[in-house]
């Protein structure tokens, strides 16, 4: 929960989840405190605020076109698995029935993201093997552990399994292969969601609360497309 005070009135707030947690959070909400406030990321169940999200049904669209492109024709998505609602999982799967592939249960791996998972590159096993495969991972932190699955089973990455996460974290350019990323308008989020505060602050904006959604781009490296120079081309190039 960020507090949002510069210049202004009026006490302001934001509740941000960066990892989209469907979950109703245990807190305290401005709505109990008469503060104007928005939500940033997700909605929350019977709470009717302000809200600015990237579109994550795009985002699994974009991750199923680029693999794809690069002549994947084996899919696996890696998700979180409490996670009732997941749009970049179904945009993933829209995107792929559109090019004539079924994303099938059984392509689908369902993980705890907080413990670890010893049973990942058992299933990699399992699913790859012959075309290559393409991975589309909820977060970078799971496609991070994909890519050590992969490389445990001795598979080839990208030309044997492409991976593309979510977030864009600073470790993606880091990892090795460096990973291939949907990035969020960060700037943009906090513009949005700090001029709909102000408009609620100043009442000059009242009734019920408006939905505000953003693209997001991808950031192509290593671990989805061959790049001639290798990992020294580790900061990737942007498809918007």
């Not at 999200?53 to 794809?68: I, Q």
């Not at 689908?108 to 393409?134: F, Q, S």
């Not at 009442?203 to 953003?214: P, T």
């Amino acid at each position: 929960m960020l507090p949002v005070t510069a210049g202004h009135h009026a006490p302001l707030l934001t509740l941000v989840d960066p990892l989209g947690n469907r979950q109703r959070p245990e807190i305290i909400l401005p709505e109990q405190l008469k503060l104007p406030f928005v939500l940033v990321g997700r909605r929350v169940a019977d709470v009717d605020a302000d809200v600015v999200m990237v579109n994550d049904f795009e985002a699994g669209r974009m991750a199923a076109a680029h693999l794809f492109e690069q002549g994947c024709r084996d899919f696996i998505y890696l998700g979180i698995s409490h996670f009732l609602d997941d749009m970049r999982g179904r945009g993933f799967s829209f995107e792929l029935h559109e090019r004539g592939i079924a994303l099938g249960p059984e392509r689908c791996v369902w993980v705890n993201l907080a413990g670890d998972d010893n049973t990942l590159p058992g299933r990699v096993r399992e699913l790859c093997g012959g075309r290559r495969t393409g991975v589309f991972c909820y977060h970078d932190l799971l496609a991070l552990r994909m890519l050590r699955a992969a490389r445990l089973c001795g598979l080839e990455i990208p030309r044997e399994v492409s991976i593309v996460g979510v977030d864009d974290l600073p470790a993606a350019a880091e990892a090795f292969p460096s990973l291939s990323s949907i990035s969020y308008p960060i700037q943009q989020i906090a513009e949005n969601a700090l001029e709909m505060l102000l408009r609620r602050s100043e009442r000059s904006f009242a009734g019920a609360g408006a939905v505000n959604y953003l693209d997001p781009s991808l950031v192509i490296r290593e671990s989805s497309h061959e790049i001639p120079d290798g990992p020294a081309v580790s900061q990737g190039r942007r498809i918007i």
